[in-house]
């Protein structure tokens, strides 16, 4: 969250996490080879001559390519675009510093079967927290902390992204951008359409060698981008679903926050923005011979997830602190749940009022239980482990799999097409 946003709030207590199963390069080969087959292996075993972050520990998640949960996790660097230097923050309690080598990174999730070639390419672009052990973001854990013990990485271990992206069934890859401690540009993301592509075109050399067989263009477009944020995340991915409207309405960009809506600014600008879609759905739904098959069309535009503090404050009206000692006082129709009912209560109306529970549904507020750092997984540290070690994840429990659901069903990963069901209602999936 941004520095004069940032609130006090008390350490959550982590479960503690059993040992992984695996505890080997041997060990995770065998099990791999038993799980998933000759194909995994040699997939993996292709991995281990390819560098990922140079300060990554040695065997640990950032090193090199991975396998993961029925997904490849792949470190980047070299990066143009995005954040580039130092990562100075006092705070960040590991070596594997953001920006040492003066190179941008990130961490890219590939479902095993997406289709770069024939399908439509999704891409989800997540932006962590502040949180996250003071800004670790996607790097790897010098020693246990409530969100994670020693030598785990977030996305793995409480966001379950390659999880729940696997269980999606959506033709869709991840990318987790890596910024630094604190302070302001910590992504240092000037356009955000620059930064994909710079990715995206990184990520095929590296398939080049990962995945030989796996055909990827040139100029890869993605037919959708969805922005999300968890935490101090918030604010840019706000900003980056932004810079990703215009063109086909029904594709534009879709906006997750988790516990992302940090103090009255961020509030402010969010509602502004939001403002700004709805009017321009309004336009857009108006001139629409069946305003009901568009909305079936384009699907979950906005999901806003809450727990405790600020962040109930800032949806349905209360009282906090910053961490600067200043006090904000939310009134109940300032907050942002008021806003949205008064919006639609106001302009669903007339010929729109038909629709007006289904295009409602896909602006949608909610509060749920759990622990903040795990708000984008299964809101809580799992109990169990996969036969690989890495944490065990329920299908339909994580946040970030429930929104994906309210897209709509035209990006199937080709193995999957059963599990997305493109006449799904949002009004269903989130009442």
């Known amino acids: 969250m941004r520095s004069s946003e ?13 040992a992984p199963a695996a505890t080997t390069a041997i060990d995770r080969v065998l099990e791999l080879q038993r799980s998933a087959g000759n194909a995994a292996v040699a997939r993996h075993l292709r991995t281990v001559a390819r560098e990922g972050w140079p300060e990554a520990p040695k065997d640990g998640w950032n090193k090199k390519a991975q396998p993961v949960a029925g997904t490849l996790r792949i470190p980047l660097t070299g990066l143009t675009q995005g954040y580039q230097e130092a990562d100075t923050g006092k705070a960040t309690p590991t070596k594997e510093k953001a920006g040492e080598s003066k190179s941008g990174r990130a961490i890219v999730v590939v479902p095993d079967g997406t289709d770069f070639t024939h399908g439509k390419l999704e891409v989800l672009l997540v932006f962590h927290g502040l949180g996250e052990s003071a800004g670790i973001g996607y790097r790897q854990r010098t020693s246990d902390d409530e969100m994670g013990p020693k030598g785990s990485v977030h996305d793995v271990e409480a966001d379950v992204i390659p999880q729940q992206l696997a269980a999606s069934g959506r033709n869709m890859i991840t990318i987790l951008a890596q910024g630094k401690s ?8 000037s356009d955000t359409a620059a930064y994909v592509k710079d990715v995206l075109a990184k990520l095929k050399a590296e398939l080049a060698t990962l995945q030989p067989d796996v055909a990827v263009p040139d100029n890869l477009t993605p ?3 969805v922005s999300a944020g968890h935490s101090g995340g918030g604010p ?8 990703l409207q215009g063109g086909d309405w029904h594709r534009a960009a879709p906006l997750f926050l988790f516990d992302g809506i940090n103090g009255p600014n961020e509030l402010g600008t969010l509602k502004k923005t939001l403002q700004g879609w709805l009017e321009t759905d309004r336009d857009h739904l108006t001139k ?3 305003p009901a098959a568009e909305l079936a069309k384009r699907g979950l535009k906005f999901r806003s997830t809450y ?6 404050a800032n949806h349905e009206g209360g009282e906090y602190d910053l961490s600067g000692g200043k006090h904000v006082k939310i009134s109940p129709a300032e907050s942002l749940n008021a806003f949205l009912d008064a919006w ?20 949608v507020t909610e509060k749920v239980a759990g622990n903040h ?5 299964a809101r809580g540290p799992s109990k169990k482990r996969d036969a690989a070690g890495v944490p065990a994840y329920d299908k339909g429990s994580g946040n970030l799999e429930k929104s994906l659901k309210g897209l709509p069903g035209d990006a199937p990963r080709p193995e999957k097409h059963a599990e997305l069901e493109p006449e799904d209602d949002p009004s269903k999936v989130f009442a």
């Open 6 to 18: 940032r609130q006090r709030r008390p350490r959550e207590p982590r479960a503690p996490t059993p």
């Open 307 to 312: 727990t405790a503090g600020v962040y109930v």
């Open 344 to 363: 639609f209560g106001a302009n669903a109306t007339g010929p729109l009022a038909g629709v007006a529970k289904t295009w409602k549904a896909q602006y």
């Open 223 to 225: 037919y959708r981008i």
């Open 182 to 189: 604190t302070g302001s540009g910590r992504f240092g993301i």
């Open 288 to 290: 629409a011979s069946d």
């Open 236 to 243: 840019q991915a706000v900003d980056s679903a932004v810079a």
């Open 373 to 377: 750092h795990y708000q984008i997984g």
